[in-house]
């Protein structure tokens, strides 16, 4: 297959992935011979590759065994226990303190991404006469 042919599967597959989920319902435990062809038509359309903000990339868990690290083992007890009694909203909220403070100090993360691909096909299964 070229690749223009690669990415065209792909995406239709990608497209039904809900149909997935209906169709694996359907088959049950077993070993099945398969053998098929399918007939793809349409348009596809990639869009220029392109650069993107994110987020600042930090890794949580170290900040957090840095944090941590400092503490004694009441301290870090409490703040367990306490963690483990807050609500959602609390939690929420130091979040976004610990982004803010994290964008403070470090450049947004510039990444690269490949053009978005955007299709009109029509996928069918072809039956072949036995002759």
Known sequence: MENLEIVAVAKAISDRTKKFTEAREAVGA??????FMVHVTGGIKVGDDYEQVCAPEA??????AVALSKLNGVTLAAIVTEHL????????EVKAKAKEALAAIKEPTRKPYKGKVTTSLVVESVTVAAS
């Open 30 to 35: 077993g070993e099945y011979a398969v053998d």
């Open 59 to 64: 890794d949580p868990w170290g900040l957090l």
């Open 85 to 92: 009694d807050a609500d959602a909203d609390t939690i929420k």
